[in-house]
Nanobody, 123 residues
Framework: QVQLVESGGGLVQAGGSLRLSCAASGRTSSVYGMGWFRQAPGKEREFVAAISRSGRSTYYADSVKGRFTISRDNAKNTVYLQMNSLKPEDTAVYYC????????????????WGQGTQVTVSS
């Protein structure tokens, strides 16, 4: 079992930045690839970014490419999502997830999910 806890969400103006963190506990999180997903009101949960078990490979949704950066520190069992140039359409609850060792965009490849952290971007 892996427990995931997200933090770092909040309210920010358009063009601003936030850094989300996802702290993992339980079974060693370094065996898993990690992903960030988001869900806006009335919409399905969508892929944002993913990182491989080693951290050497990453994958991003087109909507965030060039603005968001995913990284991980396996010594701290923590995954980060640096979000720059935020837009109102980035407003959502952001979830981190642990799953297969490669960076996957598919929700079905993830076995463990956090409770989410709210990100609100005002225009």
């Amino acid at each position: 079992q892996v427990q995931l806890v997200e933090s770092g969400g909040g309210l920010v103006q358009a063009g601003g930045s936030l850094r989300l963190s996802c702290a993992a506990s339980g079974r060693t999180s370094s065996v898993y690839g990690m992903g960030w997903f988001r869900q806006a009101p009335g919409k399905e949960r969508e892929f944002v970014a993913a990182i491989s078990r080693s951290g050497r490979s990453t994958y991003y949704a087109d909507s965030v490419k060039g603005r968001f950066t995913i990284s991980r520190d396996n010594a701290k069992n923590t995954v980060y999502l640096q979000m720059n140039s935020l837009k109102p359409e980035d407003t959502a609850v952001y979830y981190c997830a642990a799953g297969v060792s490669w960076p996957s965009y598919n929700k079905r490849d993830y076995d463990y999910w956090g409770q989410g952290t709210q990100v609100t971007v005002s225009s």
